[in-house]
């Protein structure tokens, strides 16, 4: 079992920063790749990031790539979503969540593959 908090949301312009932290419960969070998901009103909830169990293998949408970094410190069970250049777009929940894989290259875009969800946190973006 994992239990998820994430922390770092917020109301931000358009063109500012956002760090996004999500702590993990338990001894085994290197046994889990971590994904960053976004859900906005009235749309489906996407993957923006993922990152696999040892941090070397990352996904991003194309919809992000060159403005979110994912990373992660095992050694504080937490992964981080750094959010730069925000869009209005972006406006939305985020979650983060934990892949319980074997495979340690997996940093995978299927929520289908994620075993535990935080709570989520909100991001806003005003233009």
């Known amino acids: 079992q994992v239990q998820l908090v994430e922390s770092g949301g917020g109301l931000v312009q358009a063109g500012g920063s956002l760090r996004l932290s999500c702590a993990a419960s338990g001894r085994t969070f290197s046994g889990y790749a971590m994904g960053w998901f976004r859900q906005a009103p009235g749309k489906e909830r996407e993957c923006v990031a993922a990152i696999s169990r040892i941090g070397d293998t990352t996904y991003y949408a194309d919809s992000v790539k060159g403005r979110f970094t994912v990373s992660r410190d095992n050694t504080k069970n937490t992964v981080f979503l750094q959010m730069n250049t925000l869009k209005p777009e972006d406006t939305a929940v985020y979650y983060c969540?934990?892949?319980?894989?074997?495979?340690?290259?997996?940093?995978?875009?299927?929520?289908?593959?994620?075993?535990?969800w935080g709570q989520g946190t909100q991001v806003t973006v005003s233009s």
């Open positions: 969540a934990a892949d319980r894989t074997l495979d340690y290259t997996r940093a995978s875009d299927d929520q289908n593959k994620y075993n535990y």
